[in-house]
């Protein structure tokens, strides 16, 4: 009699390997997040450098073009800022996407994990129980065997 666990296997097998997807998935997800935080840092650093510079460049005088240069280079800049920050949106959403994945893949996997429990137990219940017959049926079948003994032998009488 196999135990009903082992039907089970493959499906759990399977549901094992979709977390592991699904984590996976979370992995780069929150990866490629960090990278695109890491762009709009060093986005953000370099626009506070460039207006740092161009303070301390003012303050001895600036042209009508430098000042032009810089306000379209800073343009630029807040452009590419205002992308990054989109970049940042779309990457959190996945993220959230990729943990809700990871969640319901854990929930199925624990589900399954609990009816295989659940089986297993019934199983061994039943076999218990069918250990428990044959016992019953062993005593008692010894139990007869020692009546009908008991009741052939008689002893003689003496006279």
Same mark, same amino acid.
């Given at each position: 009699? +196999?135990?009903?666990?082992?039907?089970?296997?493959?499906?759990? /097998?399977?549901?094992?390997?979709?977390?592991? /997807?699904?984590?996976?998935?979370?992995?780069? %997800?929150?990866?490629?997040?960090? =990278?695109?935080? /890491?762009?709009?840092?060093?986005?953000?650093?370099?626009?506070? /450098?460039?207006?740092?510079?161009? $303070?301390?460049? @003012?303050?001895? @005088?600036? !042209?009508?073009?430098?000042?032009? !240069?810089?306000?379209?280079?800073?343009?630029?800049?807040?452009?590419?800022?205002?992308?990054?920050? @989109? #970049?940042?949106?779309?990457?959190?959403?996945? #993220?959230?996407?990729?943990? $809700?994945?990871?969640?319901?893949?854990?929930?199925?996997?624990?589900?399954?994990?609990?009816?295989?429990?659940?089986?297993?137990?019934?199983? =061994?219940?039943?076999? %218990?129980?069918?250990?428990?017959?044959? +016992?019953?049926?062993?005593? %008692? !079948?010894?139990?007869?065997?020692?009546?009908? !003994?008991?009741?052939?032998? %008689?002893?003689?009488?003496?006279?």
């Amino acid at each position: 009699m +196999t135990r009903p666990a082992q039907q089970l296997d493959p499906v759990i /097998e399977l549901a094992e390997r979709r977390r592991d /997807e699904a984590l996976a998935e979370c992995a780069r %997800q929150q990866q490629a997040q960090r =990278q695109a935080q /890491e762009q709009m840092d060093q986005l953000s650093s370099y626009a506070d /450098e460039a207006s740092r510079r161009f $303070a301390e460049r @003012g303050a001895v @005088g600036v !042209n009508v073009a430098l000042l032009m !240069n810089h306000r379209q280079f800073m343009a630029k800049l807040e452009h590419a800022m205002d992308f990054q920050q @989109g #970049v940042l949106a779309d990457h959190a959403r996945r #993220v959230d996407q990729a943990q $809700a994945a990871v969640v319901d893949a854990e929930r199925e996997l624990a589900s399954l994990r609990k009816y295989a429990a659940r089986q297993m137990e019934a199983w =061994q219940q039943k076999l %218990q129980r069918r250990e428990q017959k044959h +016992t019953d049926e062993m005593a %008692q !079948n010894i139990h007869r065997r020692r009546l009908e !003994n008991d009741s052939s032998f %008689q002893p003689m009488s003496s006279s």
